[in-house]
């Protein structure tokens, strides 16, 4: 029995070793192998890490190819290492806990950190050093080739890229200040129309609380337009001298106002401080009440205004 157990054990490890030697073998084979280099292979492309850099590692069937997807995973580290920096510092300004709103202003803020001049700057110049390799799979009969790129990035970098990006950022919490601010001192029916024109891309591109800030001063700009009036100065037969007014302010315009009259002909129409209307109304009879009406249409609002023509 003793002789039957040992041969059993001897067969045992034979064939242990022998499995062990066949799996050595297939995971050999099955590993690709490097057949061309560009040199030796530097520390940090096996590390794949270095101090102040970014390493990269692009795979392509050309050397180009492999480059560039090297340098895209280049501008992504930094768009993201940009992007969860500005998302510590900024998420008191989100609208509660909702997951979605942090969602779409994480993607938001993503999105614009791609569009900073220092990642728009990235180029392959800037690589400091590569290292590549051809690589050959025998048994699926496929070559590539492996590119690694050591780029200069340091927390300092990263630190100024996001301190910048907060004092652009910064800037749009300021503009929507001065744009309520502004709703007391209009003075021009073109400044609403500038500071509507503005607040709609806000309300399109803000994703925290301040996108809520600009869709109500968008309607409260819109307000004005409905609380416009066409105020009369003087008016003298052959000529109307009015102003366009919210409550007591005064407010100038580059547009000309259409005018129409059932029997009276304009001849001109001066545009300043003040509108003036110069007509002929030698088609009128006298005792009909003709009026000359004069009308604004601004973003798809119209401010209307009858004026009767003093024959006395």
């Known amino acids: 029995m003793k002789e039957v157990s040992k041969h059993n054990i001897l067969t045992m490890k034979i064939i242990y070793a022998f499995l062990s030697l066949l799996l050595v073998v297939n995971v050999a084979i099955a590993q690709p192998k490097v057949v061309k280099k560009s040199g030796k292979q530097p520390a940090w492309a096996k590390t794949l890490a270095a101090t102040d850099y970014l390493v990269a590692v692009g795979d ?3 050397l180009s190819e492999a480059q560039q997807k090297a340098l895209l995973f280049i501008k992504q580290e930094i768009v993201q290492s940009v992007a969860e920096q500005v998302m510590s510092v900024s998420t008191h300004t989100l609208q509660e806990n909702d997951n979605n709103i942090h969602q779409s202003f994480a993607q938001t803020i993503t999105a614009k950190a791609a569009k900073v001049p220092f990642v728009q700057g990235i ?8 290292y590549w390799e051809k690589m050959k799979d025998k048994s699926a009969k496929k070559e590539w080739y492996r590119y690694y790129a050591k780029y200069p990035f340091s927390q300092v970098q990263l630190s100024k890229l996001v301190n910048d990006f907060c004092i652009e950022d ?11 601010d502004g709703l007391s001192t209009v003075s021009q029916t073109e400044q609403i129309a500038a500071a509507l024109g503005e607040l709609n891309i806000l309300a399109q591109t803000l994703e925290d609380n301040r996108r809520q800030r600009a869709v109500m001063l968008q309607s409260r700009y819109n307000a004005l337009y409905e609380q416009m009036r066409i105020t009369l100065i003087t008016h003298t037969l052959g000529q109307l001298e ?26 001109n129409i001066h545009i300043g401080n003040a509108c003036i209307v110069e007509y002929n109304s030698d088609g009128c009879y006298r005792d009909i009440e003709n009026f000359i009406e004069l009308s604004y249409t601004f973003w798809g609002k119209k401010v209307t205004q009858k004026f009767l023509i003093p024959f006395q």
């Open 60 to 62: 392509g069937s050309t």
């Open 123 to 130: 180029s392959n110049n800037q690589i400091e050093a590569v």
């Open 242 to 267: 009015c102003q366009l007014n919210i409550g007591n302010r005064v407010l100038q315009s580059a547009q000309t106002p259409s005018v129409k009259s059932v029997c009276a002909t304009v001849s």
């Open 170 to 180: 910064n800037k749009i919490t300021q503009r929507l200040a001065q744009l309520e």
